[in-house]
């Protein structure tokens, strides 16, 4: 029986892959699988997927015909998971030897819908302990009691799916997919609607996974127009925020951390290319036109300083229409 699916996908890491197959190797248990989704990578990443679905313990290769992103090549190994439990790992990061049986066995001693684990963050040969803003560990928690306060880092501001392990009855209720097209960002709708919506959540103290910054191909580093997906993510999380019961407690969080994320990327203008930067800009005053607008302006008011002062000049311009269709990796790590 297989208790564990960790969803690996992977696009043109042909550095890194060798690296993250062999912390899969040193996880791997007669109870664990490993899906192994090749997003239509051009360089030597298949060659590499194919020797480790003949060498690696409990390997499943799953082929892409067409590059779809990160979301998407992350639900195709979601539909393929046969396991009890469900975790994620990037392709070009890397696990701690015994890392997934520690998680197997903190999330059956819990027995809740999920769990959130801190990480170890590697840029060059620099590496720093992130923790899961979570103070109380090993505790049963209620995931919305999780998401407030609206002026400080809580839990939804820690979108990272592969920092963590997911009980299968999140998917079967639909919890566990991300918006199908999304290349950025895709884990902020996630993670707001996995608190919304599951039942129980905890953290725990265990940070065996390897996060690599600064990587030269990822949309974090390459300001193309694959990064505005930013704008359609947050759109969602306001969307379906607003329907939610307690509307009026989390659309200050949800609309707070949205113009934090738009100001990073407005402060971080010179890494994208011209045109791109326009639109962000034209983008940007569209979505701040579409929040809603006394919950916007209290959370202006909180804010102060000149982040305040470039979202008003934002609003102000002319917007661009919301975005229509599909937009990843990597969601910039911006406190609200």
């Known amino acids: 029986m297989v208790k564990l699916s960790v969803v690996v996908p992977f696009f043109n890491v042909q550095t890194y892959a060798p690296d993250t197959l062999a912390s899969l190797r040193a996880n791997a248990r007669d109870d664990v699988e490993f899906l192994l989704v090749d997003d239509c990578s051009s360089d030597a990443t298949p060659e590499i997927l194919e020797r480790a679905a003949r060498d690696l313990p409990g390997a499943v290769l799953i082929r892409r015909e067409r590059n779809g ?3 998407t090549a992350r639900n195709t190994g979601l539909d393929a998971a046969r396991g009890t439990y469900l975790a994620f790992l990037d392709g070009d990061d890397w696990l701690t030897p015994g890392h997934c049986g520690r998680l197997l066995a903190a999330a059956e001693e819990l027995g809740c819908d999920f769990l959130r684990t801190d990480h170890t963050t590697v840029t060059g040969r620099a590496r720093a302990v992130r923790r ?3 103070p109380r560990r090993a505790e049963v928690l209620d995931p919305r009691g999780a998401i407030l306060p609206a002026h400080r880092t ?6 990272y799916a ?3 392990i997911y009980h299968r009855r999140l998917l079967d209720r639909g919890l566990l997919h991300f918006p199908e097209g999304l290349r950025t960002a895709e884990d902020r709708p996630w993670i707001w ?3 919304r919506e599951a039942d129980s959540f905890a953290a725990i103290s265990e940070f065996g996974v390897f996060y690599r910054r600064g ?3 990822s949309l974090t580093q390459i300001g193309d127009v694959r990064q505005l997906d930013f704008i359609r993510a947050f759109d969602l999380v306001i969307e379906e925020t607003a329907r939610d019961k307690d509307a009026d407690l989390f659309l200050p969080k949800a609309v707070r951390t949205y113009c934090a994320v738009i100001a990073h ?3 971080t203008l010179q890494k994208f290319e011209p045109a791109v930067a326009r639109r962000l800009k034209a983008m940007s005053a569209g979505a701040l036109r579409r929040m809603p607008q006394p919950v916007l302006d209290e959370a202006l008011a909180s804010m ?3 982040r305040a002062a470039l979202l008003r000049r934002l609003r102000r311009r002319r917007p661009a229409p919301p975005p229509a269709g599909p937009g990843g990796t990597g969601t910039p790590e911006v406190a609200a």
């Open 162 to 164: 592969w920092a963590g």
């Open 265 to 267: 990327h407005v402060g």
């Open 69 to 71: 992103g990160l979301a």
């Open 132 to 134: 899961a803003p979570v």
């Open 154 to 159: 809580t839990s939804v501001d820690y979108p």
């Open 304 to 306: 102060g300083g000149d």
């Open 193 to 195: 609607r996995l608190h």
């Open 215 to 217: 990587v030269p191909n």
